[in-house]
């Protein structure tokens, strides 16, 4: 049994026409009227496919698919919000994959023992509302409800009112689950299967990130008649904080630091920036490690402050810790590839996505399809078909595996 390819391709094409820009790409930020339409759309879609649909506290959206057996589901998710100017496939390939897994189910006449369900989940991006897989982490209880809806975007816009605005806030008894199994599958946003020329990734877990503001406040003041020694320029206290944290992170194996939000003010051509809000982006597989990284930073802060003279604050608002995935789930894709002839290669997300707040809940995995350049997060973000139709199928092959076909054994230990 195979998805069908064509189907889903439609699919993903019909949906990055909402929110499309020039370059090809798509701004679908979340609670958005752009990402209302694509609820529409994709709950329209999931009724069609005979999917009982739900929605719960933080809009995230479940279809669920009964099996022979009630109980725990073997749950396939993703995310359709994106980032600005972002690509097509980046949560939404994840999303439409699961839903052609159930349409490829329904026109086989398959019943699975164990239910499936699908679900979307609600601001994975954390581009509009920070931090990122804000909605999967509240249903993990990382995140407390007056948490979620009290975020504001840089419009003081709170999470909450813009989720009654597009009518998506549900019930809390409308959450996923109870889960037995988690699966995720996504493009790949990174160069690793490119390199190695297969299509396919399983992947061991997910890193730890940690996120940063940084305040820096020095001196507003005219740009001519100030000398150069009385000057005390937030901005140059910025950038060289820009080129220690890529010095921090080039200094450790396995480490990545990114500076990728930056605010000056007053922003005036002839006036010394007085003040700079910055973001600081760190990631390592080892919780020490991220907080060595960290530590850098702060030393960074308080070196660049005394030799400048302005005041450098570091503020490390949000941190997610390296999570390994369910051995047994990753095996069992693993599994799933091999049976369909689909060479895979086992590595770490370097980005952050669902599951890794989903393996507090339940045993789970992800499955990666190669991107062509490792980009992701721009409009050039690219997936073959071929490659998009090679994860899908392991997708479908695994989401078998642990829910089990009515009439034989199921592979995943029944919880």
Not at 8 to 26: D, K, N
Not at 135 to 147: D, H, I, K
Not at 216 to 227: F, K, L, V
Not at 322 to 346: C, K, L, N, Q, Y
Request: some cysteine; glycine content about 10%; proline content about 4%.
């Amino acid at each position: 049994m195979r998805i069908n390819a064509h189907r889903l391709h439609e699919s993903l094409r019909q949906l990055a026409r909402i929110g499309a820009t020039p370059g090809g790409g798509v701004t679908r930020l979340a609670l958005s009227s752009e990402d209302r339409s694509a609820r529409d759309l994709l709950r329209r879609w999931m009724e069609e496919a005979s999917l009982r649909v739900r929605v719960d506290d933080f809009g995230n959206i479940t279809g669920r698919r009964a099996g022979s057996e009630s109980g725990k589901a073997v749950l396939m998710a993703s995310h359709i919000d994106t980032v600005r100017r972002g690509g097509c496939y980046d949560g939404a390939y994840g999303v439409l994959a699961a839903l052609e897994v159930m349409r490829t189910l329904n026109d086989a006449g398959v019943t699975t023992r164990r239910p499936l369900e699908l679900v979307n989940w609600t601001n994975e991006e954390g581009v509009r509302f920070e931090p990122a897989m804000l909605a999967s982490g509240a249903v993990a209880g990382r995140f407390t409800p007056e948490y979620v809806y009290g975020r504001t975007d840089r419009d003081g816009v709170t999470f909450g009112d813009e989720l009654e605005r597009i009518g998506y806030k549900g019930d809390r008894d409308n959450r996923p689950g109870p889960v037995a199994a988690y699966l995720e599958l996504h493009v790949e946003q990174g160069p690793v299967l490119e390199d190695a020329g297969i299509p396919v990734g399983v992947v061991d877990g997910i890193v730890g990130i940690t996120w940063s503001e940084i305040t820096i406040e020095g001196r507003a003041d005219h740009a001519g008649p100030s000398p150069m020694p009385l000057r005390r320029d937030a901005l140059v206290a910025a950038a060289r904080l820009i080129a220690g944290v890529d010095d921090i992170a080039r200094a450790i194996e396995g480490a990545v630091g990114t500076v990728g939000r930056i605010t000056a003010e007053p922003n005036v051509i002839n006036t010394i920036p007085g003040k700079v809000t910055m973001s600081v982006d760190l990631r390592h597989p080892d919780s020490a490690t991220l907080d060595r990284l960290v530590a850098g930073l702060e030393r960074l802060a308080s070196d660049i402050a005394a030799l400048t003279g302005v005041t450098v604050a570091v503020n490390r608002f949000w941190t997610s810790e390296p999570t390994p995935f369910a051995a047994e789930i990753v095996d069992a894709v693993e599994t799933a590839a091999a049976e369909m002839g689909i060479s895979t290669r086992r590595f770490w997300s370097g980005a952050g996505h669902d599951a890794k707040y989903m393996q507090d809940v339940a045993p789970s995995a992800m499955i990666f399809a190669r991107s062509i350049n490792g980009l992701s997060h721009c409009e050039q973000e690219y997936s073959t078909p071929e490659d998009l139709e090679a994860g899908a199928n392991v997708l479908l092959r695994a989401a078998l595996g642990l829910a089990g076909i009515e009439g034989e054994r199921t592979s995943h230990k029944r919880g």
